[in-house]
């Protein structure tokens, strides 16, 4: 059975931090784990294929989301992927498709939250350090209103973690455990 675990928040809730303590302590426990980052593809065409507008980063990170899910449907069973994405900047039947597609029988979703205000703050600190292809500093009171408002996909089990800081408790034991929920036999 092929499972996917989607770490999921808005852009600079702390995603990448707690995909990549994640992706360590799986490792740790002997899982054969993948990270896959939408920004990190995404910076990959912006690179050769160059930025643009809105409407040309968008479709890039469709293009990139599209992308991941291509990767995850060649991985064998025992396989881990750990998507970290803002997975609700499409409708949930994209999500959806891209699951079925990718044979995905199982999901964990880490919902990384925040405090809208905090989502800004950050997302205006970093602004100058990420690749110029990404939405400006501007783009923080959007993001703001966006982090109010948002909430997990819950396509499964959700595990809720604070983006200030290291998760609370074992979180690659509540994600194994989270995953043999749905294993039968």
């Known amino acids: 059975m092929k499972r996917v675990v989607l770490v999921n928040g808005v852009p600079?809730?702390?995603?990448?931090?707690?995909?990549?303590?994640?992706?360590?302590?799986?490792?740790?426990?002997?899982?054969?784990?993948?990270?896959?980052?939408?920004?990190?593809?995404?910076?990959?065409?912006?690179?050769?294929?160059?930025?643009g507008d809105r409407d040309h980063n968008?479709?890039?990170?469709?293009?990139?989301?599209?992308?991941?899910?291509?990767?995850?449907?060649?991985?064998?069973?025992?396989i881990l992927p750990v998507i970290d994405a803002w997975h609700g900047f499409q409708p949930e039947s994209v999500l959806r498709d891209h699951l079925a597609r990718a044979g995905a029988a199982r999901v964990v979703e880490i919902w990384v939250r925040v405090d809208p205000a905090e989502a800004a703050r950050r997302y205006r600190a970093r602004a100058c350090r990420r690749h110029s292809g990404h939405l400006p500093a501007s783009y923080a009171e959007e993001l703001a209103e966006l982090a109010a408002r948002a909430r997990p996909i819950a396509l499964g089990p959700v595990i809720?973690?604070?983006?200030?800081?290291?998760?609370?408790?074992?979180?690659?034991?509540?994600?194994?455990?989270?995953?043999r929920e749905g294993e039968t036999g």
């Open 160 to 179: 809720e973690v604070e983006g200030a800081g290291a998760p609370q408790g074992d979180l690659a034991a509540q994600v194994l455990a989270a995953l």
């Open 58 to 78: 968008r479709m890039l990170g469709r293009a990139s989301y599209h992308a991941i899910f291509n990767l995850v449907a060649g991985f064998s069973d025992g």
């Open 12 to 51: 600079a809730s702390g995603k990448s931090t707690v995909a990549r303590m994640l992706v360590r302590a799986l490792v740790a426990e002997g899982m054969a784990v993948v990270p896959l980052g939408l920004d990190t593809v995404k910076e990959g065409l912006f690179a050769q294929i160059g930025t």
